[in-house]
């Protein structure tokens, strides 16, 4: 039985939905920090930690505002997803996310099977806007959770750039909204940090609203017709996976952009995805 559903606090970006032809992953261990900044000003880091068995997967992920921002707003998020590995695709089968700041905190909570919700749990709850765009059953279906969207199965002959990485539509649920992120290749090129050196494929990103956002926000018109995201995607050693080392958003107040510092991938290892 399905919980009922109440809106939620969107993720950053991504989720995953495939219909490429792989082979099935192997096993590797991942430890990533990212660097956040706005505007070229540090806000924070956050870390990505994750094991891939076969399978099976685990992410782990926590972010925190530092400096000034942090002391002002106290943000902070953390997050966890599970899930399986089907031929061309990823199979959520849970995900939990928690934000707090200086004002209120909440948790987001999903159970999922066959890429739809089973069940979700919002406390608390966030209260009916009129403008927010009414959320239907078939928006619970055939999606992915923004965390597990990090994961992105590709082709051979993609993992050394090309447009195999990045044409595709990430049709994502995050617990509130409904949305796709429509990606396209735009690139190649050489990057060089702490655990990886080598290509990475350059995608430009479409943000397209479905369900669940507050459609008279001044946000949502300008992202929906934001043409300024993009994410650079690396291969995870061991695996038939890329994932972000790059994200820029630019946002109503400037550039937002998510880039890692450290990328290390231990392929054949499984290692449980929790970080000291």
């Not at 765009?133 to 992915?144: A, F, G, S, T, Y």
């Not at 539509?169 to 940090?193: H, N, Q, V």
């Amino acid at each position: 039985m399905k919980l009922a559903l109440s809106p939620a606090s969107s993720a950053f970006i991504a989720a995953l939905m495939l219909a490429l032809p792989v082979q099935a992953a192997q096993a590797a261990s991942l430890d990533a920090t990212y660097d956040v900044s706005l505007l070229g000003l540090s806000l924070g880091k956050a870390n990505l930690v994750g094991g891939i068995e076969g399978g099976s997967y685990k992410l782990d992920a926590n972010a925190k505002l530092t400096g000034l921002v942090g002391s002002f707003t106290g943000g902070r998020g953390s997050g966890t997803a599970t899930g399986n590995l089907n031929g061309s695709r990823l199979s959520p089968a849970t995900f939990a996310v928690s934000s707090a700041n200086s004002s209120e905190s909440r948790t987001v909570r999903m159970a999922l099977g066959g890429n739809a919700v089973q069940a979700l749990a919002i406390e608390p709850p966030i209260d009916p806007k009129p403008d927010r765009v009414p959320l239907k059953d078939e928006h619970q279906r055939n999606i992915m959770d923004p965390l597990s969207a990090f994961l992105m199965p590709v082709e051979a002959s993609g993992r050394n750039g090309g447009t195999a990485a990045c044409n595709r539509t990430l049709a994502i649920f995050d617990g509130a909204a409904r949305y796709d992120i429509k990606l396209s290749y735009s690139g190649t090129r050489e990057i060089k940090i702490d655990g990886y050196s080598g290509p990475v494929s350059v995608c430009q990103a479409r943000y397209v609203p479905i369900a669940g956002h507050r459609s008279l926000r001044p946000s949502t018109k300008f992202m929906a017709e934001n043409k300024e995201i993009s994410t650079w995607l690396a291969p995870v050693a061991g695996t038939n996976m890329m994932l972000p080392v790059r994200i820029s958003v630019k946002t109503m107040i400037g550039t937002a952009v998510i880039e890692a510092s450290s990328f290390k991938v231990d392929p054949g290892v499984t290692a449980t995805a929790t970080r000291n």
